[in-house]
């Protein structure tokens, strides 16, 4: 019985250790430039990168602000510039960055930030709204509109977007061009433009046919490697600028 | 006194991409051609003569250009080369400026030199003269010097 108790203890025991986060603090109230702040927290294996954040507003400093929302890589809300990679902080362990090293938290690049890690998404939202992101048809939606198995693999993979910005903010042409339409708007395009049951991919192919449309993309892969959800971001570009030239889906 | 609400979703300026699509397809063509002329180019000069690269000479070069499918094919890869680094650059300005002016003037620079180097080029190409020099028949073979 003890033995069994001892046992079940043992797996309970999460070890705990001791990191660094060099946080990006900005208060455009006060500060005319962002600065780095470092707290030490006390975190467990089992940790991620926004559980240390979380620890850091409600015990050492409750003015961090940073947006978060279902904290489990689905909403989207909280991406961020972690040791100089966009990911989720909800969906980064902690011991999986190298933790004998101080861990650098930044907010996603080429959106302007607002305080802290909190950015100006509505360029970004500007970007998503320019590309039509809804099913037009030009039928009456009275009866399924059927769609085989095929036709729905050619769109699958950009239907898991989350519109976290991972991938536009780690783009170098969305860096200096925000004009650009940036990786997610061109896959949320993407996600239509290949729907059988969608009757305005040449709209939209048009759209993206633009001076800053899909051929500003230098294919530098950045998208692909941020995105949380595996998108194959880059992919689905070369599948719209394929399109583009042939002028349909 | 009317207040005039900017739209929150006007839609973005559009500008004509044609040109940007036609660029586009114009690095994938020419990246291609150039690598089988350079290539070609590379293991002619420098491989497939006897002597490697000692062969290359005044009087090589001369012969090479007294030949017309040399002259096209050292044309192309000129005219390819220069306009598809041209336009390789063109996107970094364009991926790296943030001030319009300074823009519009590194791209100008830009193509005014490839224009010039083109026509430089393209002049030396088709003009090459080995004989301009009297002396010439000494170390050339006369089938180069037909005047």
Redesign the interface.
Known sequence: MSTAVESVKEIAEVPSFQVTLFVRRFDPENDAEPKWQDFDVTVFGTDRVLDALHKIKWELDGSLTFRRSCAHGVCGSDAMRINGRNRLACKTLIKDLDITQPIYVEPIKGLKVEKDLVVDMNPFYQAYRDVKPFLIASDSPTKERIQSPEDRARFDDTTKCILCAACTTSCPVFWTDNQYFGPAAIVNAHRFIFDSRDEAAEVRLDILNDKEGVWRCRTTFNCTEACPRGIEVTKAIAEVKQAVLRGRA | MAIIIEQP?A??S????????R???FMRISGVLLLVLIIGHLSVNLVLPERGVKAIDFAFVAGKWADPFWQVYDGLMLWLALIHGTNGMR?LV?????REWLRKALNITLWVTAGLLILLGTLVITTFDPCIDPEVHTYLPDLVCKG
């Open positions: 979703d839609p973005r559009r500008k004509s991409a044609q040109w940007e699509k660029a586009w397809i996107t364009n991926d790296y400026t943030e």
